[in-house]
């Protein structure tokens, strides 16, 4: 049995807006195995859901998230007419809920002072079935969550291929890679995202890696089960 879990890059993007309650709550009722999402904090230190450190792209208002509160971030929407997600929200679906989580500290760009703190503190106010997956492109970040809560899971993300992976690894102290591209030997330590083509997931899953980031958890789901039986 492929033991390659899905994550719902963004919640499900395909059918819904990214990061919105709306795809986080069919992804979960639809049996996905994890959830990926981003944080950023608010002027008020809130940790809110979005991809991009300015909301223009995703919402109908335009500035950086860090230059408004919640209550003013709120007035703004995503394509579905909803707000943008505090974590807390995303919090209340998945607690005491058979799924994965993994955060992305989006502090690669602006890195949120006590962003990692605010986060973790949270996170662990909930009950949650499987260590939190925490991931960054900001090592700083990693190191920073790791010294707050070494007993959950942390990752650093690349778009390029990591020199000597298992080396790497040991040297930041990461449970694994969540890479753009596929690398040799590491299948069980290495994650690849965005994977939406039919010929990369079946790809992928023969490999046997350890997790895939998608934008339809549904096709992945298909073509998994199509491999296994």
Not at 16 to 24: D, H, R, T, W
Not at 43 to 69: A, L, Q, S, W
Not at 194 to 211: A, M, P, Q, S
């Amino acid at each position: 049995m492929l033991k390659t879990l899905i994550f719902g890059h963004r919640g499900f993007p395909a059918e819904y807006p990214e990061n919105s309650i709306q795809g986080f709550r069919y992804a979960i009722n639809h049996h996905i195995d994890g959830i990926e999402f981003d944080v950023h904090l608010t002027k008020d230190n809130v940790p809110v859901i979005i991809h991009d450190e300015k909301i223009n792209r995703t919402t109908d208002g335009r500035g950086f998230v860090k230059d408004y509160t919640l209550d003013e971030l709120r007035q703004f929407s995503l394509d579905n007419y909803e707000p943008i997600p505090t974590l807390s929200e995303l919090l209340d679906l998945v607690e005491n809920k058979d799924i994965y989580l993994n955060l992305e500290f989006k502090t690669n760009k602006i890195h949120y002072r006590g962003i990692e703190n605010i986060v973790i503190k949270m996170m662990n106010e909930y009950h949650l079935c499987h260590p939190v997956i925490y991931s960054s492109f900001n090592m700083d970040s990693i190191k920073i969550a790791q010294k707050i809560d070494s007993n959950q899971k942390y990752c650093f993300l690349s778009v390029r291929k990591i020199k000597n992976p298992q080396m790497f690894m040991q040297k930041y102290h990461l449970d694994a890679l969540h890479l753009k591209f596929f690398q040799e030997n590491i299948e069980n330590q290495e994650s690849i995202f965005t994977v939406n083509h039919r010929l990369r997931l079946r790809f992928l899953f023969n490999k046997k890696i350890k997790g895939i980031f998608t934008n339809d958890f549904e096709r992945a789901n298909k073509i998994k089960n199509e491999i296994q039986s």
